[in-house]
């Protein structure tokens, strides 16, 4: 990475003693004159002195630090320099120490998980100090390196869990990064690094990961949670490209075959970042930190955000300056949690480098890779904002740390949520421990016939079970399944962004499921969202069960309990209060007359964080068509009512949302997923102005809409031919006034103005908001 004309920027940088120099040059300064312990050592001593930490975790960044404090330094001020050099020999020749014996640190400890810090440290500090190693030394560390790979490498090894399958999850990015700067850097006098680069380029790289990686995670995305194992898996995952461009001169990203990931990594971060900007979706694996005095797994983490600006600068991304400003935001309002090591901060960041409002930013986003879609009603901190996932599982499926939520939804406004992804909530003090031991025993545990255990069941999904009288009869929910494997064909086959709405469809999600004894659980679901700007969702479902035997019910997960509120006859609706704030309000829709039982997760938990709402239909036929309204308005007084509309012809399901602020309708066809309504539709709403979100119609056709009274209330016709366009999703919008006059280009939403308040730094006991389970 340390090419010529990155060093001069970094010389000038030094010179110029700007901040992330200061601190770099203060971290290098810390460990001088302490002793570094060897990996069998003390791994945490008090500074000045060094150890390995959890597995080379301490000794990577402190040998990078130094050896980037020599480099810069190295021709300016030599004798500045010796110090930072030394140091950095020192830590690099205790961390190479043979194995077995001499204190040397053992290659398939924990199935190979110290490769992302002992074989990123061979491959770089070799390299960055290569002018001060004797060749007795250098042959130790490559030596070393070798053995390392060669361990990962083993058929049927201690990592064949992460080498053999997909090339994916956090023991996968450390191989790839460690195998890709030991090869480069030792090409020279390693006899085994010709090979390794060759192995590198042609398979691990041009084989394995550019084709899953362009398929998988095309728009950014990681599917092991952010709050823990994503920012290092991203690093891991991106530097070896810039080290790939340094070394050689061969560009990856921009080459027939192009990766794009370490510039797609940038949209994700910044569209699936809660509008608060102090928390991160938390969908997947979130560990708990045992400790209620710092901030909960899923705070956005700063550091990783500048080590994708770094990325964006290196690559001349024309997102750069967007993305300097959600740093600058986000740095700002969670006191800058969990910086990227110094050295990181100091290659790449640009100090003064330019900055671009979030306004030019889309208010939507699809990451196509993982099926995941967010949308968001602006860009301000107090706005609504929701997350969607619904493909393929994408990680190793041996790795175990993406969950089974596909078809999943989240809501939330500003820094509170409606809808939480409850396996990522639970992590949250108080209980964290707890919570997590019970979430895995959920996810992973031995079945047992009650719901907790390998059920999987605490994801807002669809369920069906198989039961023995009030106990499970067999395991349920969704499994880890694969496009490669199992031939899933499960995606998010729609998606558009109208202004005024959103409109997602997920298909194919009961692929994702595990099967019964007699056959397919869930034999098909489908999901739809009409995102209704700025605050409300309508969720359609479509599902066949296997069997009228068996349970079904949809689940959602609320941070509060919810209570009872006001619905016409036949709906039910649960209002949420939650920090002391309303969040909003669910109204079940379809079919009517629902059964809904609430329980708190888990049973026993003191406080519960969680809330699963269970919405049973009212019999048991197996196809059923569910429709569900989210409002996030601020107030109760302000939740539209929900009521189904009145069909007067056609095979179609709708909605009607009136309210305060604004009415609306949204009407989709009551056939398959896809397929395109055909003939004239009309349905009957009450006559005031509205405005209408038509889906599953023919795509980029003229239709005619016309209105007329009856009965007490306003029919609204649409026919194919006429001058009101569908979109290129089928969609058709438009909005009718209070005298039936219908309108192709309804006005623009009505988007609620938020004053900014100051925004305090973390640590704050408890953020992003304490646990009250409200009324």
């Known amino acids: ?450 719901p907790y255990s390998g059920n999987r069941q605490l994801y807002n999904i669809f369920y069906v079970r198989s039961m023995s009288g009030s106990s499970v009869a067999q395991p349920f929910g969704q499994d880890s399944f694969t496009t490669e494997d199992n031939q899933v064909r499960t995606k998010v086959s729609a998606y558009e962004d109208g202004t005024g709405y959103v409109y997602v469809l997920a298909t194919n999600l009961a692929d994702m499921y595990r099967t019964f004894s007699a056959g397919s659980a869930v034999s098909a679901w489908s999901r739809q969202i009409v995102y209704l700007r700025p605050n409300r969702f309508v969720v359609y479902d479509r599902t066949t069960a296997g069997s009228a035997n068996y349970d079904q019910y949809m689940a959602w997960h609320f941070p509060a309990n919810p209570v009872a509120g006001s619905a016409p006859a036949g709906q039910s609706r649960l209002d949420v209060t939650y920090n002391g704030q309303y969040m909003g309000a669910m109204t079940a829709v379809l079919p009517a007359g629902t059964k809904m039982t609430t329980v708190g997760m888990y049973p026993g938990d003191n406080p519960i964080k969680a809330w699963q709402v269970q919405v049973r239909p009212p019999n048991t036929n197996v196809n059923q068509t569910w429709l569900t309204v989210f409002d996030l308005s601020a107030t109760a007084a302000k939740v539209a009512t929900a009521s189904p509309v009145t069909v007067g012809q056609g095979g179609i399901i709708g909605v009607e949302l009136l309210a305060s602020d604004g009415n609306s309708v949204v009407v989709s066809s009551s056939g398959a997923a896809g397929t395109p309504l055909s003939g004239t539709i009309v349905y009957g709403v009450q006559p005031a102005a509205a405005y209408h979100v038509v889906t599953d119609l023919a795509p980029n056709t003229g239709y005619t809409v016309s209105t007329s009274a009856a009965a007490g209330l306003r029919n609204i016709t649409i026919s194919a031919g006429g001058t009101s366009m569908s979109s290129a999703k089928g969609v058709l919008n438009f909005y009718v006034a209070a005298d039936g006059t219908v309108q192709s280009t309804p006005p623009p939403p009505t988007t609620p103005v938020y004053v900014p308040v100051p925004i305090s730094s973390l640590p704050v006991p408890g953020s992003p908001a304490p646990y009250n389970p409200g009324p």
């Open 1 to 450: 990475m340390l090419d010529p004309v990155t060093l001069t920027t970094l010389r000038q940088r030094a010179s110029a003693n700007t901040p992330e120099w200061v601190a770099l040059k203060a971290t290098c300064d810390s460990y001088i004159g302490g002793t570094v312990e060897y990996p069998t050592g003390n791994q945490y001593p008090d500074l000045p002195n060094l150890g390995s930490g959890y597995q080379g975790e301490s000794y990577l960044p402190a040998l990078l630090n130094e050896g980037m404090c020599y480099q810069v330094l190295k021709s300016s001020n030599p004798s500045a320099a010796a110090p930072y050099g030394a140091k950095a020999v020192d830590i690099l020749v205790k961390m190479s120490m043979p194995f077995p014996g001499s204190n040397g640190w053992d290659p398939c400890t924990d199935s190979g998980y110290g490769i992302r810090f002992y074989g990123v440290g061979y491959g770089l500090g070799y390299d960055w100090v290569y002018d001060l190693l004797t060749s007795a030394q250098r042959q130790q560390v490559y030596t070393a390196a070798n053995a390392w790979l060669t361990a990962w490498e083993k058929s049927g090894g201690c990592a064949a869990f992460a080498y053999d399958g997909n090339p994916i999850g956090n023991y996968y990015a450390g191989y790839f990064h460690a195998k890709a700067v030991i090869a480069l850097g030792t090409y020279d006098e390693n006899p085994s690094a010709p090979a390794q680069w060759t192995d590198w380029l042609n398979n691990q790289f041009g084989a394995r990961v550019q084709p899953y990686y362009q398929l998988h995670l095309k728009g950014g995305g990681w599917p092991e949670g952010y709050g823990n194992y994503a920012p290092l898996s991203i690093l891991n995952m991106s530097l070896p490209a810039r080290e790939v461009k340094t070394a050689t001169g061969q560009d990856l990203l921009h080459a027939s075959a192009p990766y794009t990931f370490p510039l797609d990594s940038a949209d994700y971060a910044m569209h699936f970042t809660w509008p608060s900007l102090t928390y991160f979706d938390d969908r997947d694996d979130n560990h708990s930190n045992g400790d209620p005095s710092v901030p909960p797994p899923g705070t956005t983490q700063v550091g990783m955000f500048q080590q994708i600006l770094g990325a964006l600068n290196y690559w001349g991304s024309t997102e750069a300056p967007v993305f300097n400003q959600y740093l600058g935001l986000t740095s700002s309002a969670t006191g800058a949690y969990s910086p990227a090591p110094n050295w990181l901060q100091f290659l790449g960041l640009n100090p003064g480098a330019p900055t671009a409002a979030l306004s030019t930013l889309p208010l939507s986003y699809l990451a196509t890779g993982m099926n995941a879609v967010s949308a968001r009603s602006d860009w301000s901190t107090g706005a609504t904002w929701m997350s969607f996932r619904a493909g393929p599982y994408v990680n190793n499926p041996a790795a175990g740390h993406e969950f089974f939520d596909q078809g999943s939804l989240a809501l939330v406004r500003g820094g509170n949520p409606l809808l939480v992804n409850a396996s990522g909530w639970l992590m949250h003090e108080p209980g964290g421990n707890a919570d997590e031991t019970k979430t895995f025993n959920d996810n992973y545990g031995s079945f047992d016939g009650t």
